[in-house]
């Protein structure tokens, strides 16, 4: 992708991620990227810092996941964030 030069660009990230400039490896940061793990803590992020339901929903399903869905734990995801 290439943005002309003093373009405003916004970026919505999962954690901190470093943004390569072309030409510097940016293939290792994508894989990088595929390699993310979303939990039931990054669930409850996303909805406390305000993503609906669409984004989240996206999300969990785009990336590999490693959940705890045992009662106590989809008890514990519904009180903190409503998305159980």
């Not at 519904?78 to 998305?83: E, F, H, L, N, S």
Request: with cysteine; glycine share 10%.
């Amino acid at each position: 992708m290439s943005i002309p030069k003093g373009t405003d660009v916004v970026a919505y990230v999962d954690g901190e991620r470093e943004v390569a400039p072309a030409g510097s490896g940016a293939s290792a940061a994508a894989a990088d990227v595929s390699a993310a793990v979303i939990s039931n803590d990054d669930a409850i992020k996303l909805k406390n810092a305000g993503m609906g339901d669409a984004v989240i929903i996206g999300k969990t399903k785009a990336t590999k996941g490693s959940y705890h869905l045992e009662t106590s734990d989809n008890i514990e995801l519904k009180r903190m964030a409503g998305c159980a």
